[in-house]
């Protein structure tokens, strides 16, 4: 498993990230295919076997359902080994999505994710935008919030995990890291990303298998190490996950831009 440094944030994540949102949540969501949500037992197996392939990035949010519970359970013993990132803005409850983007709200839930993940501190903490996300920047006091969140020391970094490439410009400005959609058939971000690189932004790409519909999952993954520190790949499977820590292993894998 390759290793790299987030930006300037002072962390390292592998570069195969994971995310957890199948951990959870199986309602309203865009994979290809209905699933089940696993068991606790299953879900906590599956977590720790992430944990054994050298995954070192898990990527969770209040909105993905019992994803964050069931990552507290699992990681009660190592907790130190993951770069664990979660998000503010978007809560799922009696089983749709409700957003408030007040710093109030962003206070409360931080508080609430910390409880559910048994920890004292997360390691990134983003804008789980619905889509506005000049608004959310310009018009709330929710990056203040998140400032005071961090110099409080209950996170390491602040970002954005947005749908636009405005949004994420706008985020320069302030944000740690950016975690920005990214797959061969939605290039939108990548100008924003490259900036974000080159001025010591974290950089982290999700979708990058397009949420299950890319037609050459291999050749995506490989492509997205050019345009991000790591990749965020949503499973509920270890081997599909060994698989892909293969593929970016493999020697014709991508250049990466930057090594910073
Ligand atoms: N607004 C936000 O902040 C936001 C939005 C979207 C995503 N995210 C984050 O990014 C993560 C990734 O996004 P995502 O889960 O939507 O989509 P994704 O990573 O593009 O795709 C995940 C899907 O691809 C399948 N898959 C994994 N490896 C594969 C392979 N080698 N070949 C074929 N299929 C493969 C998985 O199925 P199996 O389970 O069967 O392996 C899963 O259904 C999320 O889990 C979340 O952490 C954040």
Known sequence: MEYRSLGRTGLTTSALGWGTVKLGRNIDVKYPASFDLPSDQEACDIVLAMLDLGITLIDTAPAYGLSESRLGI??????????????????????????????AAARRSVEASLRR??????????????????????ETDL?????SIKAEGKTR????????????????????????????????????????????LGVLAKKVLASGHAADPQSALKESMSHADAAVIGSLSPTRMHANCGVLESPESEPRLGDH
């Open 117 to 138: 993940l048994g920890t004292d501190h997360l390691d990134i903490l983003l804008i789980h935008s619905d889509g506005r996300d000049e608004w959310i920047q310009r």
């Open 74 to 103: 699992a990681l009660a013993n190592r907790r130190q080994e993951v770069v664990l990132s979660s998000k503010v803005g978007e809560q799922f409850q009696d089983g749709r999505s409700h957003f408030d983007f007040t710093g």
């Open 157 to 200: 970094a602040i970002g954005l995990s947005g749908k636009t490439p405005e949004g994420a410009g706008l985020a320069l400005a302030w944000a740690d890291v950016l975690m920005c959609p990214w797959h061969p058939l939605d290039r939108s971000h990548e100008s924003v990303m490259a900036s974000a690189r080159s001025t010591g």
């Open 143 to 147: 990056i203040e919030t998140l400032k």
